[in-house]
């Protein structure tokens, strides 16, 4: 088979106007880790990916470890602050070899004993590997970097602390970092710090998912000029409009279920009965009086 030709916008003189652009999507970086990749390496297949192509911690290990020794020790250190936060037993993080050249995280965790005791990622929890692995892709790169649901695998207490933890990362570096973030945790929304710009609503319609800005909602945007956060203001309107969706779509598909019993129906009673004229004015005055939504319920559950 003979390999595809490249797209007109491949070709380096077709795409000179908006190669701007493309080379900012490529700069985009994504990373999720997967603990278990970490904890357990030999029981995933993974040799077919690349560095570059590693967006769930296969090579993370390896990719720290290769990193030059000075870079790498300030990185550590900056995590090992920013942990604090989450991890205050966590003293030092430390990386090294063990005799078969394979890395491995260390962190001295204090405690009873006068010397602490030393664990390796193994015995790391999720919620500490999760956030070791995107506090140094904040610290590895300048680019837009896109952050798939931090929260998970960390207590409450912990995800209202990202924003403040990812703040305190990036405040000094030289070049200004976006960092998008994906999440269902209202937990994430707390921090005082976040606002009604800053949120994207995704919003599912017939027509597919619509994006809205939080604070272009007339309501939400009153309820944060208030005084309320970002999770007290969005996440529960939110809830009651969706709430209230589901409400009106159920009461289409009641009128649909009453439509069909009333012709249902009317065309038994027709057909076993003479004359049918007493059946069909039972019929007529069979939903009460009243808004829609009444006779719905009625005929529901009759």
Same mark, same amino acid.
């Given at each position: 088979m003979?390999?595809l030709? =490249?797209f007109?916008s491949?070709?380096? %003189?077709? +795409?000179e ?14 990373f999720?880790?997967v603990?278990?990749l ?8 993974n ?6 192509e ?5 090579h993370?290990l390896?990719?720290?470890i ?11 250190k900056?995590?090992?602050? !920013? #942990?604090?936060? !989450? ?14 050249g ?17 664990q ?8 500490t ?8 892709s ?8 896109? #952050?798939?649901?931090?929260e998970? &695998?960390? +207590?409450? &207490? ?9 703040? +305190? ?6 070049k200004k970092?976006?960092? $998008?973030?994906?999440s ?15 949120v994207?609503?995704? $919003?599912p319609?017939r ?15 009153l ?7 970002a !999770?007290?203001?969005?996440i529960p309107? %939110?809830r009651?409009?969706e709430? %209230? ?7 289409r598909?009641? %009128?649909?279920? /009453? ?9 038994s009673?027709? /057909?076993?009965t003479?004359p =049918? ?12 009086a009243?808004p829609?939504?009444a006779?719905? #319920? ?5």
């Open positions: 003979h390999p030709p =490249p007109f491949e070709y380096l %003189r077709a +795409n106007e908006f190669r701007e652009i493309a080379d900012f999507f490529n700069q985009v970086h994504y999720h880790i603990p278990q970490l904890k357990h390496p030999g029981l995933f297949f040799s077919g990916v690349t560095k570059d590693d967006f769930f911690g296969f993370f390896k990719k720290i290769e990193t030059p020794q000075k870079t790498r020790d300030s990185r550590l900056k995590i090992e602050k !920013a #942990l604090q936060i !989450a991890v205050p037993q966590l003293k030092e993080l430390t990386i090294s070899r063990d005799d078969r394979v890395p491995h995280l260390e962190g001295l965790y204090e405690h009873w004993r006068y010397r602490g005791a030393r390796r990622e193994d015995q790391f929890s999720d919620g590997l999760r956030l070791i692995g995107f506090l140094w904040l610290l590895e790169t300048n680019s837009m970097l896109l #952050l798939e649901e931090p998970l &695998s960390l +207590n409450s &207490s912990i995800v209202s602390k990202i924003p403040a933890m990812i703040y +305190n990362i990036t405040k000094n570096k030289k970092q976006q960092v $998008i973030i994906s269902h945790s209202p937990d994430l929304l707390s921090d005082e710090g976040i606002g009604g710009e800053e994207l609503l995704m $919003i319609s027509e597919g998912t619509k994006i809205e800005v939080a604070s272009a909602d007339q309501e939400i945007r309820l944060l000029e208030g005084g309320l956060s !999770a007290e203001a969005i309107y %939110r009651f409009c709430g %209230r969706r589901v409400i009106m779509h159920g009461i598909i009641l %009128r649909h279920i /009453k439509g069909n019993l009333e012709t249902g129906l009317r065309r009673l027709n /057909k076993f003479h =049918p004229t007493r059946h069909q004015t039972f019929l007529k005055v069979w939903p009460p009243g829609p939504e006779s719905l #319920l009625f005929v529901a559950f009759h």
